[in-house]
C-alpha cells in the first residue's frame, strides 16, 4: 500500500501577499546573479509588477511552499491564452536555500502539475543554467521524458501536456 506524501503547497490567500512580496526579496537578490537587479537606496529590492493581479484575476494561481510546517517558498501559476491555445505556465518559482536539494521543488512542481492539468510551458531565462537543469530533471520525471524543449527569445522553454 502506497501511503500519501502530505502536500507542501497551499493556495496562498489574501493575507498571504505580504509574506510572498517579502520572500520576493530573497528570490530577486538570488536572481540578480543572472540579470542586473539593483537594491534601491533603502536596501530594497523593488515590488514585483504582478503581484496583487493573482488575488484580482481567475487565471492567476499563488501558492505557498511549505516543509514540516515551516514556510520554505513560493509558485506562481498562471493561465496564458494566446489566440485559441491555453497553456499553463509557472511564472515565478521559488525555493529557500536552506530547502534545497532535498527534493522540496521537485514535490512543490509535481504538485502544481497534478493540481493544473493539461497543456504546460516551463521557462527559464538563458543564463540561469541551475534552473535550467532542475526544470528538465523535474519535468523529465514527471512525464517520463516526454517533453519537447525549444529556445525563444533569450528563453529556454519546456513544453509538455498532462
Known sequence: MQIKQNSVIKVAKLKDKETIHNLMQFYFYDFSEFIDLQVSDNGVFGQYAYLDNYWQESRRFPYLIEKEGKLAGFVLVSEVQEGSNQHWSISEFFIMKKFRLAGLGKLAAHEIFE??????????????????????KVIGEYINEQYEERNEEGRVIQSFCN
Not at 493540481?115 to 510551458?121: L, P, R, S, T
Not at 521557462?123 to 541551475?130: A, D, F
Open 115 to 136: 493540481k493544473h492539468k493539461g497543456n504546460w510551458e516551463v521557462s527559464q531565462i538563458e543564463p540561469n543554467k541551475p534552473a535550467q537543469t532542475f526544470w528538465r
